[in-house]
């Protein structure tokens, strides 16, 4: 039987799945790999575990489907996380993942010589930016900075560790380019990076190369085969989930969330992302920090299985007075772009349930959601019609429900929630000339499961929740700044202490 090998390289887990040219997922496999962060904030990881994760993957992919002809690889994966090499392919030091805000400093005076050369491009500038994080590695580790000759994301790195190709995509590396799709040059040379440092861009379903002979097994075993560019998590999971029309909106709802609305020509609003998303198709929105790893918190504090709490919430109704709660756990990007927002539970009362906490958490990332598609919707000029939701938030129908009660569109579960390996075996097919483009690929291979559509008993309770949740979006972040700025003065008394002693 002829399959694809599609693999999903997400923030708290590697995922794999062989699927067929109908879409069928014929073995499947996960390796967890929690998502690192030290008492300063900082993420890093060594990426030579994703390399050993991905081996672990496709051992146990091929041990449940051994007579499986595997025609074609793609890979996907997290963006604004960076793979450091030096000339012989060779880490230099632990990649810097998505969830690092160190570069802050950086990315401000970046933007400010962005804005003074004229240089227009994709994106905001900030802490998850490559430029931010290679400036940050300039002015901190110089003697890294020496070493280095490519920057990687980590799904490229895989391919590069396959291939020994240094590739990436022209969707994932768009926030390097101008708005014409050329590297930003001058940009480049006032910050002393050299050009060479990225790598060559194709479009995510263009052969990246061939699978290299001599790999461990069950590589090995896959020598000759093509692999296909791929792209980040959100754009395969968009094309896992069917959308990819102007008018469309995707939801990848895992440990963070990833919200756009396509559009046919680029659309901007302040605080949102605005990307090339393929041949005549852009999105606005963007990543946050916010999502499952909210619930996962939670379940964690009262010592709970997050199943257990989505389980208890079906089909019990708020029972306690309005709950607020702001999902900023680990700062927020889209669209406040804030390292030092801080979460928040507003209201609380004696009568308040673990339950209610449960609920107000899933409805504080849903009214993150709802803030993200109110600006993109208006600089689009028209509202969307429906919602497409990929990820862990697509197995929960209660999840499901509040989302779309919450942003008054019909929300629609996909029958295969894992979208961005759907959408990398979409990608890998149509590379392959199995179809004529995307759009028949994803037509073929993507089924519903269910359509939530909003309550209007609970509609009009929201849009008044909404309004609500901004004034302690505002409020609340000039409290955080205030209690982050607290512990960093705290944080610095002691350390001139400590050298004086």
Known sequence: MRAVLAGDLGGSALKAALVDQAGRFLAQAAVARPLPMDQQGFSELDPELWWTDFLEACRDLFKAARDVEVVGVCLGGLTRTQVFLDATGRSIRPAITWADARAAREAERISQVRDELGVKTWGPINAYHTLARLVWLQAREP?????????LEPKDYLIFRLTGRPVGDAVSQARLLTLEGQPAQSLLEKLGLKPSFFPALLEPQDQAGSIAPGLPEPLDRLAGRPIFAGSMDAWLAAVGLGALEPGQVFNVSGTSEVLGLVTDRPREAPGLV??????NRFQIGGPSQAGADCLAWLAEVLDREVGDLLSDLSG?????EPLLFLPYLRGERTPLWEPDARG??????????RLDLARAVIEGVALANCQVLTLAENAAGAPAQEVRLGGGAARSAVWAQIKADVLDRPVI???CPESGLLGAAVTAFTGLGEFSDLAQAAEALVKIEAVHRPDP????????????WLEVQTAGL??????VKLERDKTDRNEVIRRTE
């Open 143 to 151: 003697h890294n900075f020496a070493r280095l000759a490519l920057v």
């Open 316 to 320: 019990r109704e708020k029972a306690g």
């Open 413 to 415: 579960r996909p029958a």
């Open 274 to 279: 605005t990307l090339p998303w393929g041949r």
């Open 457 to 468: 008993l609970k509609t009009g309770y929201y849009r008044r929740l909404y309004d609500l």
């Open 344 to 353: 928040l539970f507003l209201g609380l009362g004696r009568s308040h349930h």
């Open 478 to 483: 000039e409290l955080s700044k205030e209690l």
